[in-house]
């Protein structure tokens, strides 16, 4: 007695139904449960050799029962199995659905026109046709009344509530995307983690001018108040990005560092104000004092936390 291969497609449709599930219901943060947890592994394997088990053992009793049969009731039972399944349901509803009369049935609506052979038959529109085409009247008659008989939201305010509703997702996401920040929109770190990333750049590229503790050397001196391209955190970041004065100033350090590490540099240069140097430069430039009193700069404490 031959198996067709749907028992086999049963075992693995129940398969992935059951790892599915396993992956809905387990949390495993980003990667699959499966490759996140051995037990998961473990049980997957368990209900794959399960299901096989099954499908052998029903396999095997339905080739006993086979076996005792007589050999009539054994044709009967092969001819059962070699029918194909058909959904008897959707058949009858897609007739419906079609309203087009039977072959033997045609001659009940043949109509009297006859063009060389040719004849034509009275069907009546599909009632699918029929269904959509009163659908869209029903349609038509409410966006009639809801747009111009009532005046609903137009075109234009919807593109505007869609503007708003973008605007107002990119603020957020500019909130959290660091490296979107920008000399108009930087502010100033004072959190101890931005602030030792801050401290691990300058100490790697900007200790040779300006010196570890911010003194200076070939560049001004940091912990004074003076400034030659302006204080603040907003000068300080166009300064690290656009570089100094041309001919003698530092380089550019936009295509290198990115938006988010100048931020992070930049607030921690400006924890070197009213620190002691062990040698520091004379002042250069001119005294700073914001329009609008900055937060207090982050301290060098907070840089060492």
Request: with cysteine; glycine share 8%.
């Amino acid at each position: 007695m031959k198996y067709s291969s749907i028992s086999w497609l049963r075992v693995l449709v129940l398969f992935f139904l059951i790892f599915g599930l396993m992956e809905y219901f387990i949390d495993s943060g980003d990667k699959p449960a499966f490759i996140e947890n051995q037990v998961a592994q473990f049980f997957l394997l368990f209900v794959l050799v399960l299901l096989i088990a099954i499908e052998l053992i029903v396999q095997a009793v339905e080739n006993v029962m086979y076996q005792i049969l007589s050999d009539e009731a054994k044709e009967r039972y092969l001819a059962s199995k070699s029918k194909s399944w058909e959904w008897s349901w959707g058949k009858r509803m897609y007739k419906k659905l079609l309203g087009s009369k039977p072959i033997e049935e045609e001659g009940e609506i043949i109509l009297d026109h006859n063009y060389d052979g040719i004849r034509e038959l009275d069907n009546k529109l599909p009632p699918w046709w029929v269904y959509m085409f009163y659908a869209t009247i029903i349609f038509g008659v409410i966006y009639l009344a809801r747009f111009h008989v009532f005046n609903d939201y137009n075109q234009d305010m919807e593109y505007e509530q869609e503007v708003a509703a973008a605007q107002i997702a990119i603020e957020a996401y500019k909130k959290t995307a660091k490296d979107l920040v920008d000399v108009n929109t930087v502010k100033l770190l004072t959190d101890a983690a931005d602030l030792n990333a801050g401290k691990a750049i300058f100490e790697t590229t900007c200790v040779a001018c300006h010196m570890a503790d911010g003194g200076g050397g070939i560049g001004p001196n940091l912990t004074d108040q003076n400034w030659i391209l302006g204080g603040g955190i907003k000068n300080v970041f166009n300064t690290i990005s656009e570089g100094g004065r041309d001919g003698k100033g530092m380089v550019a350090w936009k295509q290198i560092l990115k938006p988010a590490e100048m931020a992070q540099v930049a607030s921690y240069v400006l924890t070197f104000q009213g620190t002691a140097a062990a040698n520091p430069k004379d002042p250069e430039g001119d005294i700073w004092v914001a329009e609008n009193a900055e937060k207090e700069a982050p301290t060098l404490e907070q840089a060492k936390d």
